[in-house]
């Protein structure tokens, strides 16, 4: 029997894909033309663009911060100001990174915490009796390194899902 069985839910979901791919690959081409050993105001611009991509992308996916959007207003304030130090770019800048880690931790890694700790005794403790001490100390060993994995996998750059 031949023919082609199409379902309007996969083609979307494939687009979907496709899509993700795409801004991916236009996220990747603006990072690397952006100069970073010179930082000016037309390199900050640049940068706030570039956040507002990435904010935008993580709304798209469901994922929103009220730290995050209120930083990039600051940063976008920021900008039309003549009078704003390094220093206090730098506390913006540090504002946005820990929005980011708040993100991955509540989006990408705590979904994994509970199961990591069942599975991970199931995998690497096979005949061996561990102390409480060494068996923690194995389980936080491998869940950094799924969650270092799991984080690598979605950053721009990284492997295609």
Same mark, same amino acid.
Do not use: C
């Given at each position: 029997?031949?023919?082609?069985?199409?379902?309007?839910?996969?083609? @979307? *979901?494939? /687009?979907?894909? #496709?899509? $993700?791919?795409?801004?991916?690959?236009?996220? $990747? &081409?603006?990072?690397?033309?952006?100069?970073?050993?010179?930082?000016? @105001? &037309?390199?900050?611009?640049?940068?706030?663009?570039?956040?507002?991509?990435? #904010?935008?992308?993580?709304?798209?996916?469901?994922?929103?911060?009220?730290? /995050?959007?209120?930083? *990039?207003?600051?940063?976008?304030?920021? *900008?039309?100001?003549?009078?704003?130090?390094?220093?206090?770019?730098?506390?913006?800048?540090?504002?946005?990174?820990?929005?980011v880690n708040k993100l991955v931790q509540k989006?990408?890694?705590?979904?994994?915490?509970?199961p990591l700790k069942m599975?991970?005794?199931?995998?690497?403790? &096979?005949?061996? &009796?561990?102390?409480?001490?060494?068996?923690?100390?194995?389980?936080?060993?491998?869940?950094? $390194?799924?969650?270092?994995?799991?984080?690598?996998?979605?950053?721009?750059?990284? @492997?295609?899902?």
């Amino acid at each position: 029997m031949y023919g082609v069985y199409r379902e309007d839910k996969f083609e @979307a *979901l494939g /687009l979907t894909f #496709r899509l $993700e791919r795409i801004a991916t690959r236009l996220m $990747e &081409k603006i990072i690397n033309h952006i100069n970073l050993n010179y930082i000016s @105001a &037309k390199t900050l611009n640049r940068i706030y663009e570039l956040l507002e991509y990435f #904010r935008e992308g993580l709304e798209l996916d469901g994922i929103s911060s009220q730290g /995050l959007n209120s930083n *990039l207003q600051m940063l976008k304030y920021s *900008l039309t100001s003549s009078s704003f130090s390094l220093d206090q770019y730098l506390n913006i800048f540090q504002f946005i990174a820990d929005d980011v880690n708040k993100l991955v931790q509540k989006y990408f890694l705590s979904t994994y915490e509970y199961p990591l700790k069942m599975i991970i005794p199931q995998l690497f403790v &096979k005949d061996k &009796k561990l102390n409480d001490r060494d068996l923690k100390q194995l389980i936080h060993v491998k869940s950094e $390194e799924f969650s270092r994995d799991v984080i690598s996998s979605r950053l721009p750059g990284s @492997a295609v899902r």
